[in-house]
């Protein structure tokens, strides 16, 4: 049986029944549209891609898209990527499908808090599992790094067809409402059709931070606490919700959206300000919205639940700020004295929001102060459940998103600073950037007088290369503020280099010598570095970088214990593999012995927001899978095991680096590389995509080493190569014994994540299609050493991991790569096509607007069937 086939098969049923149905819907949208030539013309290329494949010759495919018309092309292109998004969808509700009926067992699931806590209470005892609880943070970051190829406008129509599809999924609906939804679901696929999918704006930081609070809205805010009551009720189920809480509200959430300037010139002092602005407004309405709903189903009486003395006494002392509006409460709600005393902070909260001063709250503790009277008061009159159900939910969010939501980061490069402070201690005519630098600290300080010093404290200093990049940030902020009140900052240093990464301590050294950084380390105890993966992985390649980092990683745990600082390590992790990115619950075991210890801080990027937190049940078991690798990765015994293998494998480690790093470097360095690179990426187009408001190069020079990382791992992803995620990995494992990599890979998690990944990269990766790219560039030098470290990549990887083919033990992803891949081939070739022409001699610039319109569907089609982007 052909592979294909057997893949389809092994697809469940109820994803494979909603896959057809939107395929049928689709297909019945395109005859509508364009006449049954279009939908024959679609049907056409899917089966000659997917006979392609069997056949393992591509001609036919490449000759069927070259004989059509521009304008036909673009109408197949924007087919392929409707259905794309639509599977993407069938997929991430079967995925939300199968984590609900999973967790109707009686056992607990695996990486679940139910079962860390079940595992570290019978193995290590509850003192234990106590000091784990009290140190447990995480904290994600989530960033508006420009990875997201879609429109919200396409976001959002996905998002209707998806509640569509969820009203047939209901086994109550009448027949009346399922022809209703049936109805429904094929006009929001038309509309889903008609919807141009390329942005014909430039996205803006605004609008940026306003996608990021359709998360919130829609997912974080009621998901939080879900994971907080799963994790009460693990530590003590049989009083849960009648009883104060045991569970701490351990999750933090920080932005860099609206805060991260370092070569965004978009993102201003004024940006800042608006930005917190915006999250202060979406946090006060939904904890607004609580208030009224727990406030005005609390309709116990005086008789059946008296308040107590405390209570009365609020109650009493609201009387005289607002007294008309306590006699309209007490009017409508007598006899109910908690109902109304939380109608009134609903009140308060709107005018916080409002910044009406006569009632506002002042700040989140005297909220939480309000709430936990009523708690009390409920709890002293016996109604214990009322006190710890909803209106514990509530307590749960105003302690992890306070008034602002989300901390809002700043991020700066360490040399505008030193190009700042030199403006500033000249005494000239400063820089338009210059005052720009010493206006985000007065905003910092204005955000911090209004909302409070959490809402924005961190400041990020990327390349950081000394001490002396951290001294500057202070001293701007004390020139920039001074006269007036200074704010308390934090300031964060960003090691991106391997360079930088090695100096790590050194720099470190220097930074405590720091008057504010004293401190600070004197009031927490705490130190906060920031690792970055995005541009060490692009300038030495994945396996020298992985290495890297995890060595820095030891340096600083040993310099931290060395100084009696506890550290906090912020993993500034890209989407992509090729980004350091993936599954986030496995890179938290692979992590150097001793650098979690109850805190992780990441950042969240791009795709990767939407695709971990858009879907409730997904975000669910997604955060709590990260808060149980935490926890088990936190224990000692487990950090000995880690610390066994590390020291065991080091120098396995040093064989594989060189030769990985050799090779990878050779490639980047080789004569003419940069001009290549450009003929066989659609890496310009990329540039004119308008994915965030963030350019895709740093300077506008066109050198290697001013192209952000994303578009570098976006480009190569839409080339079919991955080549970020594994290249030099072949040449490295060649240079060492197959058997201690064979031990390597069964016992050193950073090796055995490393190879996981690396495995995922591969298998997303086409060789055939990719040689039709790498044709384009007329170096048969370059596109044969890709394709022989390709080739002894594979090679190696099988043989250490004991595969016979690529992703053989994870069944679902392989399936559903078999199935997706002929689809992702279409639109290959139609990019192909297009490229082709734009990197011809004669075409007027009309006609290369065109293709490259076609070009830029094509992108967004391969994003979504790759599932991946930069």
């Given amino acids: ?82 259905y794309f998004q639509l599977i993407n969808l069938a997929e991430e509700r079967h995925r939300a499908r199968a984590l609900r009926e999973r967790d109707r067992g009686k056992e607990p699931l695996a990486e679940s808090l139910e079962l860390a806590v079940s595992e570290i209470r019978a193995g290590h005892g509850e003192e234990t599992l106590r000091k784990l609880l009290d140190d447990l943070v995480i904290h994600p970051v989530l960033t508006a790094h420009p990875t997201e190829s879609r429109r919200r406008a396409v976001v959002a129509a996905i998002a209707r067809v998806g509640a569509q599809l969820e009203a047939l999924d209901d086994p109550r609906v009448s027949a009346r409402e399922e022809r209703d939804a049936r109805r429904r679901l094929l006009e929001e696929i038309d509309l889903l059709w008609r919807t141009a999918q390329l942005r014909s704006t430039q996205v803006r930081p605004l609008d940026e931070v306003r996608s990021v609070m359709a998360i919130f809205d829609e997912t974080l805010f009621s998901t939080v606490p879900e994971i907080y009551r799963d994790l ?65 189903s609390l309709t116990a009486d005086t008789v059946t639940t008296p308040p107590d003395q405390e209570l009365n006494s609020r109650l009493a002392a609201a009387r005289l700020v607002q007294p008309a509006r306590l006699a309209d409460l007490a009017a409508r709600s007598p006899a109910e004295q908690h109902r109304q005393y939380l109608l009134y902070a609903a009140d308060r909260v709107r005018a916080t929001r409002l910044a009406d001063i006569t009632i506002a709250y002042r700040s989140p503790g005297e909220l939480l102060d ?149 401190r600070r380390m004197e009031a927490t105890g705490r130190l906060e570095v920031m690792l970055g993966y995005s541009d060490s992985t692009k300038e030495v390649g994945p396996v020298s970088a992985s290495l890297a980092l995890y060595e820095a990683q030891v340096q600083l745990v040993g310099w931290a214990a060395n100084h009696g600082v506890r550290l906090t390590l912020f993993h500034g992790r890209g989407g992509a593999l090729g980004r350091g990115g993936g599954p986030a619950n496995r890179a938290i075991r692979a992590q150097a012995p001793g650098s979690i210890a109850g805190h992780f801080k990441v950042t969240e990027q791009g795709e990767v927001v939407f695709a971990r937190y858009s879907n409730p ?93 994303i578009p570098w791992v976006f480009a190569w992803s839409q080339m079919r190569l991955n080549l970020p995620g594994w290249y030099g990995l072949g040449s490295g494992m060649a240079a060492a014994d197959l058997a201690e990599l064979r031990e390597a890979y069964a016992e050193w998690p950073l090796f055995n994540v490393l190879l996981d990944n690396a495995e995922m990269s591969l298998a997303k990766t086409d060789r055939p299609i990719a040689e039709r790219y790498l044709d384009l560039g007329g170096r048969a030098d370059l596109s044969g050493r890709i394709l022989s470290e390709y080739d002894l990549t594979v090679d190696r990887l099988l043989a250490v991991t004991g595969h016979s083919r690529l992703l053989e ?5 392989s399936w559903a790569v078999e199935l997706r891949n002929p689809y992702v081939d279409a639109l290959s070739h139609i990019q192909l096509h297009t490229l082709e022409a734009l990197r011809g001699e004669s075409i007027d610039q009309l006609e290369r607007a065109r293709l490259e319109q076609v070009l830029l569907v094509t992108v967004n089609g391969v994003a979504a069937g790759l599932q991946n982007t930069g």
């Fill in 1 to 82: 049986m052909k592979s294909r086939e057997v893949a389809r098969i092994e697809m469940p049923a109820p994803l494979r029944r909603e896959v057809r149905l939107l395929g049928d819907l689709l297909g019945q949208v395109l005859a509508e549209y364009g006449g049954p030539g279009l939908l024959e013309d679609v049907e056409n290329l899917r089966r000659t891609v997917i006979v392609a494949r069997e056949q393992e010759d591509q001609a036919a495919a490449a000759h069927l898209v070259a004989a059509w018309p521009i304008d036909r092309a673009e109408q197949v292109a924007r087919a392929f990527t409707c």
């Fill in 232 to 296: 009460d009720a693990a530590l003590s189920p049989d009083d849960a919700g009648t009883r104060p809480p045991i569970a701490p509200a351990f999750i933090r959430l920080g932005s860099w959206v609206g805060g991260d300037r370092d070569g965004n010139p978009a993102v201003t002092a004024a940006v800042t300000v608006e930005a917190m602005e915006i999250h202060a407004d979406h946090v006060l309405r939904g904890l607004e919205t609580a208030l009224m709903r727990i406030g005005r």
């Fill in 370 to 518: 309000d709430l936990r009277a009523v708690q009390r008061s409920l709890a002293s009159a016996g109604a214990d459940r009322l006190a710890y159900g909803d209106l514990q939910n509530l307590v749960w969010q105003v302690e992890t998103f306070g008034f602002h939501l989300a901390e809002l980061e700043v991020r700066q490069h360490s040399k505008v600073h030193e190009a700042a402070l030199s403006e500033v201690k000249d005494g000239g005519r400063r820089s338009a950037q210059t005052e720009d630098v010493l206006a985000t600290f007065r905003a910092i300080e204005q955000l911090q007088e209004r909302f409070g010093v959490a809402a924005c404290r961190r400041y990020i200093v990327s390349f950081t290369r000394d001490s002396s990049d951290i001294a500057n940030v202070y001293e701007l902020a004390a020139v920039a503020t001074e006269g007036g009140p200074a704010p308390e900052i934090e300031v964060v240093p960003l090691f991106e280099t391997v360079e930088d990464l090695a100096r790590a301590p050194l720099v470190l050294d220097g930074m405590v010598e720091l008057e504010p950084v004293r």
């Fill in 617 to 709: 049940a997904i975000a669910r078991r997604h955060l709590e899978q990260v808060a149980s690798a935490v926890l088990m990765a936190s224990l000692p015994h487990v950090d000995a095991v880690a610390e066994r293998a590390g020291d065991r494998f080091r120098q396995l480690g040093h064989r594989i680096d060189e030769p990985a790093r050799a090779a990878y470097r050779g490639l980047v360095e080789s004569a003419g590389f940069e001009h290549w690179f450009t003929r066989v990426s659609p890496i310009d187009e990329l540039g004119r995509m308008r994915l965030g408001s963030r350019p895709a190069r740093r300077s506008a020079s066109q050198k290697l080493d001013e192209l952000r990382a």
């Fill in 809 to 813: 033990n994870h069944r679902v992803l």
